[in-house]
């Protein structure tokens, strides 16, 4: 829990920083729409294409900072769920396996609470995200630990080639 906090201690102002420069630039994108349009389409089209593009990245540096706090989360969370921190299948068909688990209840719930008079519809709505939300985590965590994989995977076959061409170096001399 400790890790958790250095990282969004760490991580929190950058994000910060990368959303409000980000929200700037789309700012930046609509004064430029407002106020040149009427001297050149053309102009303000291009400026705002490029303030625009220039807020995605912003925008992509955002996700990737936020993608470090969610693997965190997501690794405390598989943990608290029981689920071991190897990387196998048996973790990926766990994962898949909460997933089927999570439906299943869902619409089993749903039913319940369309009954109800007042209150149904929120908590159909509620459970509806509460239910995505639980799906979106489970599925980033197949994806990590595919990725994990896969990257361990190609590093060996990497590491194998090179190895090889260094034995072949050593040979020649």
């Not at 829990?1 to 201690?9: K, V």
């Not at 789309?26 to 490029?50: D, K, P, R």
């Not at 995605?56 to 965190?72: E, K, Q, S």
Request: hydrophobic share 50%; proline share 1%.
């Amino acid at each position: 829990m400790n890790a958790l906090r250095e990282e969004i201690r760490y991580t929190l102002p950058k994000l910060i920083a990368n959303v409000a420069i980000a929200l700037a630039f789309v700012g930046m994108s609509y004064a430029v729409l407002w106020t040149l349009t009427s001297i050149s389409s053309e102009i303000a089209y291009l400026l705002q294409i490029g303030l625009l593009l220039a807020a995605g990245i912003f925008l992509a540096r955002t996700l990737f900072d936020a993608l470090r706090i969610v693997d965190n989360v997501t690794g405390i969370f598989v943990r608290l769920v029981g689920i071991k921190d190897g990387l196998s299948r048996q973790r990926v068909f766990k994962d898949t396996m909460y997933i089927v688990a999570i439906l299943l209840v869902t619409a089993a719930v749903f039913p319940v609470f369309s009954n109800m008079s007042s209150f149904g519809s929120v908590l159909q709505e509620i459970s509806t995200y509460a239910a995505l939300g639980l799906i979106l985590l489970f599925v980033y965590d197949i994806g990590r630990t595919f990725y994990k994989i896969t990257e361990k995977k190609a590093n060996s076959v990497a590491n194998h080639f090179s190895n090889s061409s260094n034995e072949e170096k050593t040979n020649e001399k």
